[in-house]
């Protein structure tokens, strides 16, 4: 009896193992997460944009008199205006680009005087006025610092050239303590000279889309000093010192291609066992 019981007892025992082996199944192997990896931004843009620009001419001066002595207008002063331009540029990587721009500073007005003899009395002040316009092509580089939501400032430089286009200038020359006892207005012919030109950038880019950016910036050029107008009735020829232009910008960047994408390997198929 006892020999039957110790047999049942053990193969009650082996029954249960074998039930448990039959449902025992080993934990899942969950597949590796690999970084996500974004690709990169490159490829061709096109940006338009618009401006303010706040000028500052350096300063003008011509030849006078007989002796063809050399003298600075006592006051030259330029009007500000705006700007408009187009260009074509390639962003290298997440953090390099670079564009060729063409851009048109609108006329803006130049006033003058210079004080003196004249034919009409001992003390004399002139009246000088004129205008100028330019066109701008620079080569850039870029630099985007890093985006931080939709926002990516940047840093940049240019070189390149500007031809100026000054009108002709009028000279009007009084009586200092009579404005109305004056000298024959007189013309003296405009210069229009390409000058060299470097710039300085800075703003930022605001995602619109993945394929369009808003441009938010300041510019600085610097037109190098160059011939004026020329020789008129005993004076003449005169240059200015180079343009300072100060630029508060807006503009669009539209980038051709797809958009960029967000690379997740393939998930791993899950094995059981």
């Known amino acids: ?14 029954g249960t193992a074998t039930f448990a082996a039959d449902f025992y199944e080993p934990p899942m192997e969950q597949p590796i997460s690999e970084p996500v990896q974004i690709a990169e931004a490159s490829g061709w843009y096109l940006r338009g944009d618009v401006g303010y620009a706040f000028t500052n001419l350096r300063g003008a001066h011509f030849y006078q008199g007989p002796g063809r002595f050399e003298r600075d207008f006592d006051d030259a002063d330029l009007d500000d205006t705006y700007s408009i331009g187009v260009g074509v540029g390639y962003q290298i990587n997440n953090y390099l680009r670079t564009d060729v721009t063409l851009d048109y500073l609108g006329k803006a007005d130049f006033e003058g005087s210079t004080t003196g003899g004249c034919g009409v009395a001992v003390a004399c002040t002139s009246r000088d006025v004129s205008a100028l316009a330019a066109w701008s092509l620079m080569a850039n580089a870029y630099v985007d610092i890093g985006t931080y ?3 990516t400032p940047y840093v940049g430089a240019g070189i390149g050239g ?3 286009r000054w009108d002709k200038l009028r000279n009007t020359s009084c009586e200092t303590g009579n404005p109305a006892n004056c000298d024959p207005s007189f013309d ?6 390409w000058r060299f030109t470097y710039g300085l950038m800075a703003g930022t880019a605001i995602d619109l889309t993945c394929n369009l950016k808003a441009d938010v910036g300041y510019r600085f050029r ?3 000093g160059g011939d ?6 005993g004076s003449g020829p005169g240059s200015d010192e180079g343009i300072y ?3 508060a910008r807006a503009g669009l960047r ?8 967000a690379y997740e390997p393939p998930a791993e198929p899950i094995i059981y066992k």
């Open 188 to 193: 003296h012919d405009g210069y229009s000279k």
């Open 254 to 261: 539209y980038s051709f291609g797809g958009c960029p994408v």
């Open 149 to 151: 939501g939709s926002f």
């Open 1 to 14: 009896m006892k020999t039957i019981l110790i047999g049942v007892v053990a193969a009650m025992l082996g």
């Open 228 to 233: 004026m107008f020329g020789f008129n009735a």
């Open 222 to 224: 610097h037109v190098l």
């Open 245 to 247: 232009v100060h630029e």
């Open 162 to 164: 500007t031809q100026v």
